[in-house]
């Protein structure tokens, strides 16, 4: 501690400290808000997509969703089906109904030509005119009420059995 350099002052000979504990905290913080802001512009946080994939070795089934979001929220859901020898003029969709309960559901583009329940699962069909690809998209928000996480699932149907499956999880946060 030095004392005051002014001698005609009232202060004269008070010692001043400079609080060298805040001084530290307040670096800290700093950087650390410097960081975070940083980091958001990088675009490190925020809306992340991933997609899960399964192929039988010529036909592949992809999904693409969020795997951490927010409630409330836009979000992509996809799936997408190839087969470079070409799809049938039909395929058979089962999606985990329980899924699709954290979704505020507007439509499915294309809709589907019929819609049928199995079990925990939702049965569409939908008509591909023998494309080589067909995209499957869930126009959609998370519905505004919190659920941790929710995993699902998507299957190609062939003859009642599920020839082809997809797992994923998303989770939701507040």
Known sequence: MAPSRADDSTTAGI????????????GLV????AVLVV????????DRTAVARADDGGRELAVTYAPVARNGTGVVWRVELSDPAGLPPEVQLAIDAAYLQIFEHQRFYPEPTEETRDGDALL?????EGQTSFVLEHDAYLAPRYSAARSGSVSLVEAGERVLTVSFRTVLVP
């Not at 700093?30 to 808000?33: A, D, K, M, N, V």
């Not at 569409?124 to 591909?128: L, V």
């Open 15 to 26: 010692a001043h400290a400079t609080p060298r504990r805040s001084v530290v905290v307040r």
């Open 39 to 46: 980091v958001g512009l990088l675009g490190f946080l925020g």
């Open 30 to 33: 700093t950087t650390l808000l």
């Open 124 to 128: 569409f069909t939908f008509t591909t």
